[in-house]
């Protein structure tokens, strides 16, 4: 099955470079580039790639209004994963890309070999968030969210089992499906099948909407910020 992409960055040279790494990838084809966020989004509803590559900072239109206008739209199970592209390890346009629906981030600056892992990653279905990048994403909610929140009161969880509960806990401080097995004493299948029904319970797309989710919703209370 080959995988679709499309490329967003205003530098031209940036996005050749990527263009033709993915193209050489027999499993990859690039089904555009773009050189801002305006464009991406024509071309998304044109190409429907599977994967778009998001430049965080252009003219016109940036790469977190693209990519609320992108995953805003339209049915999820048809919409394309986005990978925010940055010159920066982290930063405040990252988190809240993650929050609007992308998939992870990679630095601009990440081997070849990366970022093609990275478009497959995505592209069947996974987060691109590495256990260092769950942590400094809990450290932001820890800044960011208001403390008094109750898990009581959210309705959005109200669907899940206790089981699920505990599940998403997990999955929001970044355990993958075997550290979660080995932590409930679980099968990884049976992790994986709960995972399975807590993303289509909450209309969640992959792992980073689920970390989002379980500290939006108070499900997991962040550390005191230091």
Request: aromatic share 4%; glycine share 6%; proline share 5%.
């Amino acid at each position: 099955m080959t995988i679709t992409v499309l490329v967003v960055d205003d530098q031209a040279m940036v996005r050749a470079g990527f263009a033709a790494l993915l193209d050489a990838q027999p499993d990859v084809k690039v089904v555009g580039q773009a050189e801002n966020g305006q464009q991406a989004v024509e071309l998304v509803r044109s190409t429907h790639p599977d994967v778009v590559l998001m430049d965080v900072r252009m003219p016109v239109l940036n790469g977190l209004e693209a990519t609320r206008a992108i995953l805003g739209s339209g049915e999820s199970a048809r919409l394309p994963r986005v990978i925010m592209l940055t010159t920066f390890d982290i930063d405040d346009y990252v988190y809240e890309a993650l929050r609007a629906g992308a998939s992870g981030f990679l630095l601009k600056d990440a081997l070849p070999a990366d970022l093609v892992a990275a478009v497959r990653v995505v592209a069947a279905g996974e987060a691109l968030l590495a256990p260092t990048v769950t942590r400094r994403l809990i450290e932001q909610f820890a800044r960011t969210t208001p403390p008094s929140r109750s898990r009581a009161r959210s309705p959005q969880l109200s669907g899940l089992t206790d089981r699920e509960r505990e599940v998403l806990v997990l999955v929001a401080t970044g355990l993958s499906n075997a550290e979660i097995a080995g932590t409930l004493f679980l099968a990884e299948q049976t992790v994986k099948s709960h995972v399975s029904r807590i993303f289509t319970k909450l209309d969640l797309r992959d792992r980073a909407q689920a970390v989002v989710v379980a500290y939006d919703t108070g499900l997991v209370t962040p550390p005191p910020a230091q």
